[in-house]
T-cell receptor, first 116, second 113 residues
Framework: GAVVSQHPSWVICKSGTSVKIECRSLDFQATTMFWYRQFPKQSLMLMATSNEGSKATYEQGVEKDKFLINHASLTLSTLTVTSAHPEDSSFYIC????????????FGPGTRLTVT | KQEVTQIPAALSVPEGENLVLNCSFTDSAIYNLQWFRQDPGKGLTSLLLIQSSQREQTSGRLNASLDKSSGRSTLYIAASQPGDSATYLCAVSAIQGAQKLVFGQGTRLTINP
């Protein structure tokens, strides 16, 4: 149990366009979802935390107008990278948690974004 | 601000050896500590979660210990196998806002056949 999926697994887009990444909890209702960014050979950096039905809380230094997060239901959160630039190319990973498992986070498989 | 450090950054050992990965954190006020495995280009697989009130957790050949007062955790891997090759990450969550995880930089482990 506690499976999290992401779609797409990889995406290539042109500079200036927007791209949406979906994160779904498949077999549980996630009260909280998290979005992380990972550069090559580096660790994960938390971008934002979102609770269903509320606005996301962004970490310091993360542009909320550039990285739009929507947590529309207990099983779905989306991250939209707006007006993407090559420096936004990265590996984006989401995770989800619920209180029934002691707030343990379950991670998705990640989305590789390449902006050309 | 919580900082998590993992030593060594990379480790290469022959198959069959027992090994220890280290994780240290600066703020001992943690809610829990997790060890993850990440294969290249993939997401994270949770290996072990230790609540702040616990001293250790075991799963198969893996044993993780937690010494909150000294800000340290170790992941012990017994009888290593080539399939254990991956990057191992530790992460801690703070008591306030229990769910936010702060990650270490990871240890890249290579097990040589």
């Amino acid at each position: 149990g506690a499976v999290v999926s992401q779609h797409p697994s990889w995406v290539i887009c042109k500079s200036g366009t927007s791209v949406k990444i979906e994160c779904r909890s498949l077999d549980f209702q996630a009260t909280t979802m998290f979005w992380y960014r990972q550069f090559p050979k580096q660790s994960l950096m938390l971008m934002a935390t979102s609770n269903e039905g509320s606005k996301a809380t962004y970490e310091q230094g993360v542009e909320k107008d550039k990285f739009l997060i929507n947590h529309a239901s207990l099983t779905l959160s989306t991250l939209t990278v707006t007006s993407a630039h090559p420096e936004d190319s990265s590996f984006y990973i989401c995770s989800a948690s619920f209180s029934g498992r002691g707030y343990e986070q379950y991670f998705g498989p990640g989305t590789r974004l390449t902006v050309t | 601000k919580q900082e998590v450090t993992q030593i060594p950054a990379a480790l290469s050992v022959p198959e069959g050896e027992n090994l220890v990965l280290n994780c240290s954190f600066t703020d001992s006020a943690i809610y829990n500590l997790q060890w993850f495995r990440q294969d290249p280009g993939k997401g994270l697989t949770s290996l072990l979660l230790i609540q702040s009130s616990q001293r250790e957790q075991t799963s198969g050949r893996l044993n993780a210990s937690l010494d909150k007062s000294s800000g340290r955790s170790t992941l012990y891997i017994a009888a290593s196998q080539p399939g254990d090759s991956a990057t191992y990450l530790c992460a801690v969550s703070a008591i306030q806002g229990a769910q936010k995880l702060v990650f270490g930089q990871g240890t890249r482990l290579t097990i040589n056949p």
